[in-house]
């Protein structure tokens, strides 16, 4: 479903260079689980931006379901986020003057669905993730781990064959943590969701299918 193929990824600025990714090669089948681990500027989310279509690499090869990114053009790649992948952020990124319901919609807004069909999706997505009576709420009057599923719940809505996880347990103690891990893990085990999260936690990472680590740009054992 995800293939890397010799991967680096390299920023330029007219004094430096950094090497962010080097020589990355990475296949992630369907309905996989796997955690991204590595020190604090080793590439990580770097590696999610690329399986994200968010970015391009410098060199080498990023396909999605057999189909090499470079196909794409602006639109298709804006199509495939929208229909195919959902995120995840550390930050929430919830807009804090829309209700619950509006945030979990936005994604759909983009699809050809009518207002009811968007809202029904909303409703059904935040009940997944156990918010069904939080719906009117505001961002603000939501705890850090409510905050997070109704994160969750926006990047699901669209029913996505990917979810992309950037620390999503990093701004939450133990056991909101644990919560959105159980969220992850029966989206992957009944919903059959590939996953890729990026995490510092082994304790999180113990509960995914195995460990992709990655140090100063490049892969290792």
Known sequence: MIHLQEVSKLYRTDRVETTALDNINLDVGKGEFISVMGPSGCGKSTLLNLIGLLDEPTSGKVALDGKAIDRYGDRDLARVRNERLGFIFQQFHLVSDLSVVDNVEIPLLYRKMSNKERRRAAL???????LSSRTRHFPTQLSGGQQQRVAIARAIVGRPGILLADEPTGNLDSQMGDEIMSILE????????????VTHDPRMAEKTHRVVRLFDGRQVQ
Do not use: F, Y
Request: negative net charge; without cysteine; hydrophobic residues 45%.
């Open 124 to 130: 059904a997505a935040l009940d997944r993730v156990g």
């Open 186 to 197: 029966d989206l992957n085990a009944n919903e059959k969701t590939t996953i890729v999260m």
